[in-house]
């Protein structure tokens, strides 16, 4: 049988605000019977991972070569017509 926590007991697990949880109540997980609110081990680890926050991947840099090659210009020389 899981652990039920109240609203109070729920912020404190998920380490954030009383009032965000009953902000959000209507978007959030939980369960509700009569006026009593609480949610379970399952409900708290839904909603961690509604907000979880991933990086963007990381891009490669452009290989030298590639910035060498971009630097190449033609010479003057070849730039003049005969």
Sequence with gaps: M?????V???AEYLRCRV????DNL?????????RSIS???????????????RPA???APASPAALKLAAIKPSKR?????
């Design 78 to 82: 070849s730039q003049k017509v005969g």
């Design 8 to 10: 109070s007991e729920a």
């Design 39 to 53: 949610f379970d081990e399952r409900d708290l680890e839904e909603i961690k991972d509604m907000f979880r926050v």
């Design 57 to 59: 991947p990381a891009q």
């Design 19 to 22: 009032h965000f949880l009953e």
């Design 2 to 6: 899981s652990q039920n926590y109240d």
């Design 26 to 34: 209507k978007q959030l997980p939980h369960q509700r019977m009569g």
